[in-house]
């Protein structure tokens, strides 16, 4: 459940600066337009996705394997020099990262750490 408020927080911090300007790019849009761009670390959300989907049926090594391919590749937005930022196609430098990485990647982390202690075995539910 942590992972989840933690992207959910990330979705509305900026998340990276190009060319020195940093107010351009929260978190929702990102999400909303990063599939376009085509960096490769956009597509640790449908992993992450999964992953919190794996951990919820109890299924602890999918979610693991899952959450630690989201964090590798959210992790690797770090060493982009790039990214596109415009319908255009035209890449920027990326100057600096902001909170809402921080929190992405967070994210992340918190769903790989509870993949290792999941449970092994869907909980029952309880009739009155």
Do not use: H
């Amino acid at each position: 459940m942590l992972s989840v408020i933690l992207f959910a927080a990330s979705l509305t911090q900026d998340a990276f600066c190009v060319s020195g300007i940093c107010s351009d790019w929260p978190g929702w849009s990102i999400l909303l337009f990063g599939a376009l761009s085509s960096q490769a670390s956009w597509f640790a959300n449908p992993l992450l996705l999964a992953a919190w989907i794996a951990a919820f049926f109890a299924r602890r090594m999918p979610a693991l394997i899952l959450s630690a391919a989201a964090l590798t590749l959210g992790a690797s937005f770090m060493f982009e020099a790039t990214v596109i930022t415009n319908e255009a196609g035209m890449s920027n430098p990326v100057t600096g990262l902001r909170e809402g990485y921080a929190l992405w990647l967070a994210s992340m982390v918190v769903a790989t750490v509870a993949a290792l202690f999941a449970r092994t075995k869907p909980g029952k539910l309880s009739r009155p």
